[in-house]
């Protein structure tokens, strides 16, 4: 595995990659690897000739007051962990590669953005956009790899390449866990033993959720107060919201029927956690 730092030769070797027939697999990424992120690295090995995977904590995607500076690094451990997923090229760009400027451009994916992390984190999605469009912009035509534990953004990234037309097919992949139910996450390494303990209510609650789905009920405050209900079971666990939306468009849902996510935040201490789970009703 090679790293570089240059969008120059990110640009080189996708495109040779292509011009030889490649197919080339993008896995964009903040750092701080773990099993999530080296199963979209797998899904991408499996799936094409040549696998690129980024490692940059884009500040525009933070606000004020989040944790930017305090965002855990270990580009060591992430070098060693992106190679041994079968990542061919890792691009860990410096913030003045990709920003040399003020930024005065910015992609902003309307309405699916309006709730949901959008509501709590503003700005969040706009910086997401940004950056994602920017990095499609440099690896060029590709298969880019997205984690399901992350919804909202895997719904906005659909979004946005479809709006703009660009040349990518976004794949989601399953939410990679802990044993005891957690997913897996680089904010994890903020949770106290305590709080580590407590977090994995945030799964059963939404297993909790789909069970009264598949028992029938299709009234999506239902379900909602459901998933609430075993949540407040954990006093570490701080609900943020938990709705049960159209899997697409997160638009509500009354009754519940099609292409269903159930999602859920919740502080659990200093970080706040999030966790989704899919559900098909039949008409
Ligand atoms: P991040 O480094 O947190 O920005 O995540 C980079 C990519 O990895 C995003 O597409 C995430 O959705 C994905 N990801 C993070 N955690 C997991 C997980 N537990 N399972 C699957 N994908 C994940």
Known sequence: MQTVT???????????????????????????LHE??????AAARAECDRVVASVFVN????????DLGAYPRDIERDTAL????????LFVPGAAEMYPGAVVTSVRVAEITDRF???????????????????FAIVGPCSAYFGEKDWQQVCVVRRMAADLS?????VACPTSREPDGLARSSRNVYLTDDERSAAPVLRRALQ????????????????????????ATEPLVVLDY??????????????????????VAARVGRPRLLDNIGLTVPA
């Open 59 to 66: 500040p525009l995607q933070f606000g004020a007051g989040e």
């Open 117 to 135: 992390e959008g509501a709590t984190r503003p700005g969040h999605f706009a910086g997401v956009a940004t950056v994602v469009a920017k990095l």
């Open 242 to 263: 938990v709705a049960a939306v159209s899997a697409d468009t997160l638009a509500p849902l009354d009754p519940l029927v099609g292409e269903i996510r159930l999602l």
């Open 208 to 231: 909790a959720g789909a069970d009264l789905v598949a028992a029938g009920v299709r009234d999506a405050a239902r379900v909602e107060a459901r998933v609430a209900e075993a949540v």
């Open 82 to 89: 992106a190679a041994a997923a079968g990542v061919d090229l």
């Open 6 to 32: 240059t969008i120059a030769e990110v640009r080189a070797f996708a495109e040779e990659a292509r011009a030889g027939g490649g197919a080339v697999g993008f896995v964009p990424t903040m750092g701080y």
């Open 166 to 170: 660009l040349p990518v097919r976004v």
């Open 36 to 41: 999530g992120h080296a199963s979209l690295m």
